[in-house]
């Protein structure tokens, strides 16, 4: 069965401009999470979507937005771009994501870069 | 602020020994405790879960968890070079009906031939 797929892999932007990152989880799973990855912070929660709705968001600025599909696909926008967005952008599926006991499994990321 | 913490490593164990990951997390009220590796340039990777105090074993790993002391760990046996990569403890609670992962920031294990 095929895994949860990122796209794009890799990413230039310039300071100010906007992206917008894809997320196709596993067939049959309704929960999306984003996370930003960096070398000084780890792995850190941005937001999770189940059937379309937010349903829980970390603290990260306004600029940072998403959306989820009736087929589960998410998007993430990042607006007005810093130096400081830079990272890996990793999301993860899971079959329900609200249960305790759901494991989630990534996708490969975007690697975005921020000049 | 839910926290969970891991020592950064790098944990450095030879070829063939026990390597030993520990993780604490502070919010009492967790209830489902993971474990992820993550090589260099991958994303991470599920390959332990733990719900219930005790060990749990999967092949040449063991996850033991203790929820009074806020602690799991990770054990893994007959380590191998392949094994080097960072380990992602994650911790999660469900809140409202629905849980999001908590992640500590890794340990690096190198296991030398």
């Known amino acids: 069965k095929a895994g949860v797929t990122q796209t794009p892999r890799y990413l230039i932007k310039t300071r100010g401009q906007q992206v917008t990152l894809s997320c196709s989880p596993i067939?049959?799973?309704?929960?999306v999470s984003w996370y930003q990855q960096t070398p000084g912070q780890g792995l850190q929660f941005l937001f999770e979507y189940f059937s379309e709705t937010q349903r829980n968001k970390g603290n990260f600025p306004g600029r940072f937005s998403g959306r989820q599909f009736s087929n589960s696909r998410s998007e993430m926008n990042v607006s007005t771009l810093e130096l400081g967005d830079s990272a890996l952008y990793l999301c993860?599926?899971?079959?329900?994501?609200?249960?305790?006991?759901?494991?989630?499994?990534f996708g490969q990321g975007t690697r975005l870069t921020v000049v | 602020q839910k926290e969970v913490e891991q020592n950064s490593g790098p944990l450095s164990v030879p070829e063939g020994a026990i390597a030993s990951l520990n993780c604490t997390y502070s919010?009492?009220?967790?209830?489902?405790f993971f474990w992820y590796r993550q090589y260099s340039g991958k994303s991470p990777e599920l390959i332990m879960f733990i719900y219930s105090n005790g060990d749990k074993e999967d092949g040449r790993f063991t996850a033991q968890l203790n929820k009074a002391s806020q602690y799991v760990s990770l054990l893994i046996r007959d380590s191998q070079p392949s094994d080097s990569a960072t380990y992602l403890c994650?911790?999660?609670?469900?809140?409202?009906?629905?849980?999001?992962?908590?992640f500590g920031k890794g340990t690096m294990l190198l296991v030398s031939p």
């Open positions: 993860a599926s899971s079959l329900a994501g609200g249960l305790s006991n759901t494991e989630a499994f």
């Open positions: 067939s049959g799973h309704r929960s």
């Open positions: 994650a911790v999660s609670r469900r809140n409202s009906g629905y849980s999001t992962l908590t």
């Open positions: 919010d009492r009220g967790s209830q489902s």
